[in-house]
């Protein structure tokens, strides 16, 4: 059974970093993309960003491009979201999600088998 567990999440002002972290467990991911989205009250889930496990490949929300950096530790079998400058509306909850295959691209959280929990960030101005 796959299991995605977020923390690293918390309350800072506008500014500031924050880096979230994903522990995956019961599956080899190697052949998995891992996905980080976040939902605003009142909002649908959106997409920030995946990193294909194997070679460690990247993709970006254009909201997010240039200020976060989304990474993974094999050894740790975990997925970072690396947060700076980080802004009021970035304030959501924020989930971790794995699916299978290699298609770096996956910006629906429908494409994704796999959720975590979710982690609050909230940003103050």
């Not at 995605?4 to 999440?9: I, T």
């Not at 947060?83 to 910006?107: F, I, Q, W």
């Amino acid at each position: 059974q796959v299991q995605l567990v977020e923390s690293g999440g918390g309350l800072v002002q506008a500014g500031d970093s924050l880096r979230l972290s994903c522990a995956a467990s019961g599956r080899t991911f190697s052949s998995y993309v891992m996905g980080w989205f976040r939902q605003a009250p009142g909002k649908e889930r959106a997409f920030v960003a995946t990193v294909r496990w194997s070679g460690g490949s990247t993709y970006y929300a254009d909201s997010v491009k240039g200020r976060f950096t989304i990474s993974r530790d094999n050894a740790k079998n975990t997925v970072y979201l690396q947060m700076n400058s980080l802004k009021p509306e970035d304030t959501a909850v924020y989930y971790c999600a794995a699916t299978v295959g290699r298609h770096l691209y996956k910006t629906f959280p429908s494409e994704y088998n796999y959720w975590g929990q979710g982690t609050q960030v909230t940003v103050s101005s």
